[in-house]
Structure formats: structure tokens, C-alpha cells
């Protein structure tokens, strides 16, 4: 019976470690992409759910965004609490911040340089009532490649979202 010599093993070993150091950063960089796109999806319903519960009570819903994560979001409304935390993942995936981190952006929809991360009529809140709400821009970051804009319109209380990819804003 012939086995395998030592060198042959070193080889075999060696194309396996640089396969792995090849697929590794590819991995890595496709799971943040979807803890992001995950991030996005739980900002926009939470913002609508809090939109629908101020139409169909009549209630004023309000919520923060402190200066710093864990974002929780809480809208008290007629002692009913609407809250969610967004916080880092037990994989090490930080949730996106509120920030521009030195770049240049224009506003999707007004082609206004964006100069806050946090625009709202009420300061770090946003508040929905049964017509309207506050007209608020946010913009979080996950990096220089991940980028997230929420416009939520004063008139209606509906939030539009885009992703900034190469250069310029889609809609999400």
C-alpha cells in the first residue's frame, strides 16, 4: 500500500490554506452586506408600523434615535410601548450608525448637500400622527461601501429609502 509522501501533504496543504485565505474575506464581506440589508429592512418596518399604529388610533407615536447605539426605538402611545433594539450581532456585525463619516452626499431627493446625519422638525425624534408626521432625513453607515438615506416626508409620514452604490442613491 502506498501512502502519501510528506511533500505531498505540504502541497495539499498549502492550496487548501490559500483557497481558504481567498473564500474567507469573500464570505466575511457578503455576510456584512446582508446583516446590513437585514438592518435596513428592520428600520423601514419598524418606521411604518409606527406610522400605520398612529393612523388607525389616532394616537401620536414618537420616536428617538440617541446619539448612540443600540438604537431603540420607542413610540408611547396611549401607554402602548412599540420598541425594538438594534444592536451588534453575536457574529460581530456592527449596526450601521448614524453618520456621513466625511463624506460628501447629496440628498436623494433634493440634490441638497446632506449636512446631518439626523434631520428631523423634532430634533433626535420623529413623531407620527394621523395625517403627517415630522419630515426627517436619516443616514447610516456601515462603512464606506454601505450607506442607508430614510426621507420621511412631513405631509404624508411615509419613508422612502435608498442605498448609495457607486456614486449615486437607488431606491430600496
Known amino acids: 500500500m502506498r501512502g502519501f509522501s510528506l511533500t505531498e501533504l505540504i502541497i495539499a496543504l498549502t492550496i487548501a490554506l490559500a483557497l481558504i485565505s481567498i473564500g474567507l474575506p469573500l464570505f466575511s ?3 456584512k452586506s446582508a446583516a446590513f440589508a ?3 429592512n428592520e428600520i423601514t418596518a419598524q418606521l411604518t408600523m409606527a406610522r400605520q399604529h398612529a393612523i388607525h388610533t389616532g394616537i401620536s407615536v414618537e420616536i428617538e434615535f440617541p446619539e448612540s447605539g443600540p438604537y431603540l ?3 408611547h402611545s396611549g401607554g402602548i410601548l412599540l420598541s425594538s433594539k438594534l444592536k451588534k450581532s453575536s457574529q460581530g456585525v456592527q449596526v450601521p450608525t448614524l453618520g ?3 463624506q460628501a452626499l447629496l440628498h436623494p431627493t433634493s440634490d441638497q448637500p446632506i449636512t446631518q446625519a439626523m434631520r428631523s422638525t423634532h430634533g433626535r ?3 407620527f400622527g394621523r395625517k403627517g408626521s415630522s419630515n426627517a432625513t436619516l443616514v447610516f453607515q456601515s462603512g464606506p461601501q454601505r450607506i442607508l438615506c430614510l426621507v420621511i416626508s412631513g405631509t404624508t409620514g411615509r419613508n422612502r429609502a435608498y442605498i448609495f452604490h457607486q ?3 437607488l431606491d430600496y
Open 38 to 40: 437585514a438592518f435596513a
Open 167 to 169: 456614486g449615486e442613491w
Open 100 to 102: 456621513l463619516a466625511g
Open 29 to 31: 464581506e457578503s455576510r
Open 125 to 127: 425624534r420623529i413623531i
Open 73 to 75: 426605538f420607542k413610540g
